[in-house]
């Protein structure tokens, strides 16, 4: 595996259900974040961890509970969702330096029904 | 709070027609950031811009960036099909623990021939 990679790509769930959301990166970086994007709003920063601490919660609802056991795997609970929450779920991860460029994972398709 | 804008939010255009797509950023930053997103993919990184003044080129596409003006632009040249994708700017905010990125909408550019 290279680069970023996110399972599932496609998720259904209730909005009773418990799922996770998991994310991996293979370059080495040491900060990991989550992003919604929806057809709604522009591409949104939830949380952002630098060497497994959570360093920003962007006013993320707590029916969003981020894990992050090490800097390499980064994990997206979800529990109690609204229709709302329905989108795309993208992971990213960087090297803390002067460019820091990001780079994404093919992302979760996530519906809430 | 930063805020992000794009426009045009949508650009049809001709194979080898030129143009250009701006991106104006309301507070100081000198990170600016351009991706491009194809239908169901991920987004990918095309840009790193870090100073002001700075101007960067790869194939058709070549991004400036003034910082002073607080705008970023992203010029087409003699497009072709293949550029047909979602643009995004994302402005910076850089910090020791990981970068946090604001987004603009995108913008969705289709190129007929």
């Known amino acids: 595996e290279t680069g970023v990679t996110q399972t599932p790509r496609h998720l259904v769930m209730g909005m009773t259900n418990k799922k996770s959301l998991k994310c991996e990166q293979h370059?080495?970086?040491?900060?990991m974040y989550w992003y919604k994007q929806s057809a709604k709003k522009p591409l949104e920063l939830m949380f952002v961890?630098?060497?497994?601490?959570?360093?920003e919660n962007n006013s993320v609802p707590s029916r969003f509970s981020p894990e992050c056991p090490n800097s390499s795997h980064l994990f997206l609970h979800l529990h109690t969702l609204q229709p709302e929450d329905s989108a795309l779920y993208l992971c990213a991860s960087s090297q803390v330096s002067l460019q820091e460029t990001q780079y994404f994972g093919p992302g979760t398709r996530l519906l809430v029904l | 709070e930063l805020k992000v804008e794009q426009n045009p939010l949508f650009l049809s255009m001709q194979e080898g027609k030129n143009y250009t797509i701006y991106c104006n950023y309301s507070t100081t930053s000198d990170r600016l950031y351009w991706y491009r997103q194809d239908p169901g993919k991920s987004l990918e990184s095309l840009f790193v811009l870090l100073s002001n003044g700075a101007v960067k080129q790869e194939g058709r596409l070549m991004a400036s960036l003034d910082t002073k003006a607080r705008l970023s632009t992203l010029h087409i040249t003699a497009a072709v099909h293949d550029l047909s994708a979602t643009y995004f700017c994302a402005v910076g905010q850089p910090g020791y623990y990981g970068n946090k990125l604001v987004f603009g909408a995108g913008t969705i550019l289709r190129v007929k021939s």
């Open positions: 370059l080495g970086h040491n900060a």
């Open positions: 961890y630098n060497f497994k601490e959570q360093t």
